[in-house]
C-alpha cells in the first residue's frame, strides 16, 4: 500500500469547474495505477478516472468523458483531475486510489482491486 495525500474539491454551480490532486507520499511511484473513485450518499463507489503512471494510458467512466480530464505529473508524484461542466450528479465523495500494475490494462475501475486509498474530498455541485 502507498500513503495518498488529497486535495482539492469543494462547492461550486453547475456548469463550473474544480480541480483536484493526489500526491504519492513513498517514492514509488512509477507502474502504478492511479485515479479517482467517488461515492455519492447512499450509492456503491464507482471508479471515474484512472491513469497508468508508466505511459500515461486513461481510462474514463462514459459520465464524465469529454468534461473530465486525469493528468500525471511523474516529476512531482502527482495525479490531478480537473472537473468542468460539472453537474449536480457528479456530486460525492471523491477518493484517490492507486495499484501496482505491470500495464494500462490494470487500470479498470474495478474497486477491489485498489489496495490504497485517500481519506476522501467533497465535491458538491449546486442547480
Known amino acids: 500500500q502507498v500513503q495518498l495525500v488529497e486535495s482539492g474539491g469543494g462547492s461550486v454551480q453547475a456548469g463550473g469547474s474544480l480541480s483536484l490532486s493526489c500526491a504519492v507520499v513513498?517514492?514509488?511511484?512509477?507502474?502504478?495505477?492511479m485515479g479517482w473513485f467517488r461515492q455519492a450518499p447512499g450509492k456503491e463507489r464507482e471508479g471515474v478516472a484512472t491513469i497508468y503512471t508508466g505511459d500515461g494510458t486513461s481510462i474514463y467512466d462514459d459520465s464524465v468523458k469529454g468534461r473530465f480530464t486525469i493528468s500525471r505529473d511523474n516529476a512531482k508524484n502527482t495525479v490531478s483531475l480537473q472537473m468542468n461542466n460539472l453537474k449536480p450528479e457528479d456530486t460525492a465523495m471523491y477518493y484517490c486510489?492507486?495499484?501496482?500494475?505491470?500495464?494500462?490494462?490494470?487500470?479498470?475501475?474495478?474497486?477491489?482491486?485498489?489496495?490504497?486509498w485517500g481519506q476522501g474530498t467533497q465535491v458538491t455541485v449546486s442547480s
Open positions: 513513498e517514492s514509488i511511484y512509477s507502474n502504478h495505477c
Open positions: 486510489a492507486a495499484r501496482g500494475s505491470s500495464g494500462p490494462l490494470a487500470c479498470l475501475h474495478v474497486r477491489t482491486n485498489y489496495p490504497s
